[in-house]
């Protein structure tokens, strides 16, 4: 089955490119990005579903959970997990559960993150910085307005530590609030593309520019980058999406803004940036919280699913409209679709996968009325099938896949909003 994205990169997890398999390699070597699986031979799928296994293959776990990730912490081959973890005496704690026998986890100790992750620990990523192809980890702690970044590299046994010889990160911008790790260079290490909602300066002033770029050397030393490689820009991002989006197979940006107004910027090639030229984008205003991507329509380009909290009504096709599509119409130039289909309720969330191995892109619309499930028929037409699909009717924080049993499919770590533990949903068909 495939997983039409790196999902690894998302706030929850990360988030999730040309097509998903040659993306993964192109850009993420190691690292939990696009990938592709065979269906099993005999699956139907409309039989697919997801079932509940969290108490067979969990154990119990302290906090309150607020975020995880999928990630390959071994050379087992298998899907492992990272949980960060609220704790009643208003610490926080980083809790490394290693996949010992296809869904049933194990936690690890780790003395070095017990003792250094920060109270103030507000993020989270994980990356193969040091090129061994096994997954290290990147926290993002302190306040807005002084962040600090640390990077945890992996014993290639689920075991962190800090490297004390290697120098550290440059200072974060004032603003910081995630990173995500990808190649955006394309020579093939992973570098550190760091947002928020609004960066600043020393004087507390917006800054010009509004990402921050640190460029990996492939030994997990790090370079200030962003006024080489990264545009002016306003402030409002609240997510990056990557995706090659004009053809070229170099990894360019969809920039989701809170406040509507959108930007698309193009990589050269060698991870320079610039915006779109006018006309690539549509201006829709709203309150925009995410997005996703996707080859729709199967035209060997990618689109755009983008989702809002409000939108403008002057901007919408019909009434109570939270979701688009952006068709990419070619070299990264799109067009505004409507499908009514899609849930008409404030939604926080997307992603998309192929979650029954049909060559279909599913959808899951997380809503602040619930989870929903859509099930992709090919040209444009989705069924809604959350009932079916998913073991029962929730909110969620948010979800992270990967293949935890290694049958193909991808699961489900989700962690749902009312009681805030994460849950393993396994994928089956009978």
């Known amino acids: 089955m495939k997983d039409w ?51 067979k293959s969990l154990p119990p776990l302290p906090g309150v959970h607020r975020q995880a990730a999928v990630a390959q912490l071994n050379r087992d081959g298998r899907k492992d997990l990272l949980v960060l973890s609220r704790m009643k005496d208003g610490g926080q704690k980083l809790l490394v559960l290693i996949n010992a026998s296809q869904e049933k986890f194990a936690v690890k100790s780790n003395e070095v993150l017990d003792r250094e992750i920060d109270k103030n620990t507000r993020f989270f990523s994980a990356g193969d910085f040091n090129g061994d192809r096994i997954h290290d980890l990147l ?23 800090v490297e004390e010889k290697s120098p550290p ?34 004087k507390g002033e917006t800054r010009e520019r509004q990402i921050q770029l640190m460029i990996n050397d492939g030994q997990a030393k790090f370079e200030e980058a ?57 201006n829709i205003q709203g309150r925009h919280s995410h997005a996703d991507w996707a080859d729709f329509d199967e035209d060997e380009d990618n689109d755009l699913l983008v989702v809002a909290l409000e939108m403008e009504e002057k901007y919408q096709d019909h009434p109570r409209e939270y979701s688009y599509i952006l068709e990419n119409v070619g070299r990264g130039r799109f067009k505004k679709k409507s499908l009514r289909a899609f849930p008409t309720l404030p939604t926080e969330k997307i992603y998309m996968l192929d979650a029954d191995g049909n060559d279909t892109v599913d ?54 909003t009312k009681n805030q533990k994460v849950r393993l949903w396994v994928s089956t068909f009978d």
């Not at 002084?146 to 689920?158: D, Y």
């Not at 991002?237 to 920039?255: K, Q």
Request: glycine share 10%; hydrophobic share 40%.
């Open 226 to 282: 962003s006024l080489i490689l990264t545009p002016p820009l306003r402030p409002g991002i609240v997510a990056p999406i990557f995706a090659d989006y004009d053809g070229d197979a170099a990894l360019d940006v969809f920039l989701v803004y809170e406040q509507g107004g959108n930007v698309l910027l193009i990589n050269n090639g060698l991870g320079k940036l610039d915006e779109a030229p006018p006309g690539a984008l549509p």
């Open 363 to 416: 959808i899951f619309f997380l809503t602040r009325k619930g989870a929903y499930f859509f099930s992709g028929l090919g040209s444009w037409s989705f069924s809604q099938e959350t009932r079916k699909r998913l073991p029962y009717f929730t909110t969620l924080k948010g979800v992270s896949f990967g293949d935890i049993n290694g049958d193909g499919s991808l699961d489900i770590f989700a962690i749902p």
């Open 5 to 55: 994205k790196s999902i690894f990169n998302s706030p929850f997890i990360q988030n999730h490119v040309l097509n998903k398999t040659f993306l993964a390699l192109l850009f993420a070597i190691g690292a939990l990005c696009a990938c592709s699986h065979t269906p099993l031979i005999g699956d139907d799928p409309k039989s697919q579903r997801y079932v509940d296994v969290t108490k």
């Open 139 to 161: 926290a993002v702690s302190g306040s807005k307005a002084k962040p600090e970044a640390r990077i945890f590299l992996n014993n290639q046994k689920g075991y962190f530590y």
């Open 169 to 202: 990160l440059p200072a974060l911008i004032p603003g910081v609030e995630r990173v995500d790790p990808v190649d955006i260079d394309q020579d093939g290490d992973v570098d550190l593309f760091f947002t928020g909602k609004k960066l600043m300066d020393s």
